[in-house]
């Protein structure tokens, strides 16, 4: 199939969220079996066929491995820092739907996570995706998410070595029914997509829009998106391109391929109309998240706070090995 880059996003308004989620409780959490049995499970899994696709865009706001940057990069182009992000996801937000998506790997170190994930919190963030990262401090990430009202995704099997995590998640953002799932990179490309193909058709019959957020490299998303079934439909995959810069879109059969910097350098901004024939529109533009933006007090608070602990801490230990 032909690659096809779109045009950029030309005008961006504001949106805050209002709610998390709210067909995913704790309870229903804790309930989710293998793939196989996920339909019967989910809050929605009886409805009907969508409404007819919805008359206003959505707005679609993803990164990527944050991985700790707190604040803007050492190097030349002085991009990244949460504060400076969480303004620059307002601004382009604004009152539009908009549906904000991280692809995982929020930190290197267990004392990030809290900081990282409350900032994520503040901005909104619906979901994530689990990456190399945050499954080495799973019992971190996973607390600290569910606390600050951001679903983790994983396609790995959750049991008792990833509890709390979800195969998939769905909402209701304005006119769109949205379903997103996630993709680690234990998966295999094709393999991966026949494997996940049941539950695709699924979430396809009753959403407007399958999202998932990929921890594989960009030519295995290709792979997975070649792999698809015609019955599956995943109408955007998001993933990280490492600290390189982020390329064009791609269109695979029905599927866009997103690619996101990584360390939170860059926010993409695709807005999502559905077409009277039932394609999809998507008009993308990266926005770097530079030092120049006013950074969001909110977040900056939690920032600051988070050194003032860390201060604190070392102040404590220093007196307790004194004595």
């Not at 992000?85 to 267990?110: E, K």
Request: net charge neutral; hydrophobic share 45%; proline share 8%.
């Amino acid at each position: 199939m032909s690659t096809t880059p779109r045009k950029a996003v030309r005008r961006a308004t504001r949106y805050t969220c209002a709610g998390r989620w709210p067909l995913l409780n704790a309870r229903t959490r804790s309930l989710f079996p293998p793939f196989a049995c996920l339909f019967a499970l989910s809050p929605v899994a009886s409805a009907q066929q969508p409404e007819p696709s919805p008359a206003e865009p959505l707005l679609l706001l993803c990164t990527a491995d944050t991985l700790g940057q707190l604040h803007p990069c050492g190097c030349a182009s002085k991009t990244g820092g949460l504060a400076h992000r969480a303004r620059l996801l307002r601004d382009l937000a604004g009152d539009q739907p908009a549906l904000r998506l991280d692809c995982g790997n929020v930190a290197t170190r267990s004392e990030e996570v809290e900081v990282v994930l409350a900032a994520m919190g503040a901005m909104h963030y619906d979901a994530m995706a689990l990456g190399d990262q945050d499954l080495a401090l799973r019992q971190t990430v996973l607390a600290e998410a569910e606390r600050c009202g951001v679903l983790a995704l994983s396609s790995e099997p959750a049991g008792d070595a990833l509890p709390g995590a979800l195969p998939f998640a769905e909402k209701q953002v304005g006119g769109w029914h949205v379903a997103v799932l996630a993709l680690s990179a234990a998966e295999t490309d094709a393999t991966a997509a026949h494997a996940l193909a049941p539950l695709i058709v699924q979430l396809g019959k009753r959403a407007h829009l399958v999202a998932l957020l990929s921890r594989l490299p960009v030519e295995r998303n290709r792979e997975f998106a070649r792999g698809l079934p015609p019955e599956a439909r995943v109408d955007v995959i998001v993933s990280s391109v490492g600290p390189a810069p982020a390329g064009d879109p791609e269109q695979i059969g029905h599927t866009w391929l997103l690619p996101v910097p990584a360390k939170g350098q860059a926010v993409g901004a695709a807005r999502l109309r559905r077409l009277p024939a039932g394609g999809l529109e998507v008009d993308w533009q990266l926005h770097a998240v530079r030092e120049d933006l006013p950074p969001d007090p909110e977040v900056l608070f939690l920032v600051a706070s988070h050194y003032q602990r860390l201060a604190e801490a070392r102040r404590t230990e220093h007196k307790e090995g004194v004595r």
